[in-house]
T-cell receptor
Framework: DSGVTQTPKHLITATGQRVTLRCSPRSGDLSVYWYQQSLDQGLQFLIQYYNGEERAKGNILERFSAQQFPDLHSELNLSSLELGDSALYFC??????????????FGEGSWLTVV | AQSVSQHNHHVILSEAASLELGCNYSYGGTVNLFWYVQYPGQHLQLLLKYFSGDPLVKGIKGFEAEFIKSKFSFNLRKPSVQWSDTAEYFCAVNAPYSSASKIIFGSGTRLSIRP
């Protein structure tokens, strides 16, 4: 158990819909990362938050957004869903931003299937 | 910007064979390097990491990796694989002093072990 909690574990939704994925980081971790793992793209970094503020941005689509709340949990919002958005979405957390050696710990992922 | 290349997409070995998975990164500054493993149906777990010091790093389950700065490489090795090593392996790099601090993953190498 990594200490990172993600919900829901599985989600099936229709094209055009909007979903919210939730992540609770390890206790004490201030950084939260979101990654997308699809069959054809591998593991793609989406976005990172540190203590409530956006810290780094990767290949995140404009239809996607995220935020980190004062209690440090984070949500990833996916809207106008397309079939190609079907993937495993990982949340990860770490204690720092990367200034010192930065190990990140992953949640079990949320499986999103768009039909 | 940093990037990571894993040239072996799928490796098939017999039990007791030796393993070496290649990982090359591109970044001229200080890096932290990681290998993560994802067993079938499970989330990503940290195998080992390199921050500084001895370039030969030992991880869990008999894995080790060697950081060769001149070659920008961080190859993963195991002298004798087991069927239970069947998994997907991801190399990752983080540039801790970069303004865009995030961990970048390679595309992964699927390892299949024949019993």
């Amino acid at each position: 158990d990594s200490g990172v909690t993600q919900t829901p574990k599985h989600l099936i939704t229709a094209t055009g819909q909007r979903v919210t994925l939730r992540c609770s980081p390890r206790s004490g971790d201030l950084s939260v990362y979101w990654y997308q793992q699809s069959l054809d793209q591998g593991l793609q970094f989406l976005i990172q938050y540190y203590n409530g503020e956006e810290r780094a941005k990767g290949n995140i689509l404009e239809r996607f957004s995220a935020q980190q709340f004062p209690d440090l949990h984070s949500e990833l919002n996916l809207s106008s869903l397309e079939l190609g958005d079907s993937a495993l979405y990982f949340c990860a957390s770490s204690s720092s931003t990367g200034v010192v050696g930065n190990t990140i710990y992953f949640g079990e992922g949320s499986w999103l299937t768009v039909v | 910007a940093q990037s990571v290349s894993q040239h072996n997409h799928h490796v098939i070995l017999s039990e007791a064979a030796s393993l070496e998975l290649g990982c090359n990164y591109s970044y001229g500054g200080t890096v932290n390097l990681f290998w993560y493993v994802q067993y079938p149906g499970q989330h990503l777990q940290l195998l080992l990491k390199y921050f500084s010091g001895d370039p030969l790093v030992k991880g869990i389950k008999g894995f080790e990796a060697e950081f060769i700065k001149s070659k920008f490489s961080f190859n993963l090795r195991k002298p004798s694989v087991q069927w239970s090593d069947t998994a997907e392996y991801f190399c990752a790099v983080n540039a801790p002093y970069s303004s865009a601090s995030k961990i970048i993953f390679g595309s992964g190498t699927r390892l299949s072990i024949r019993p």
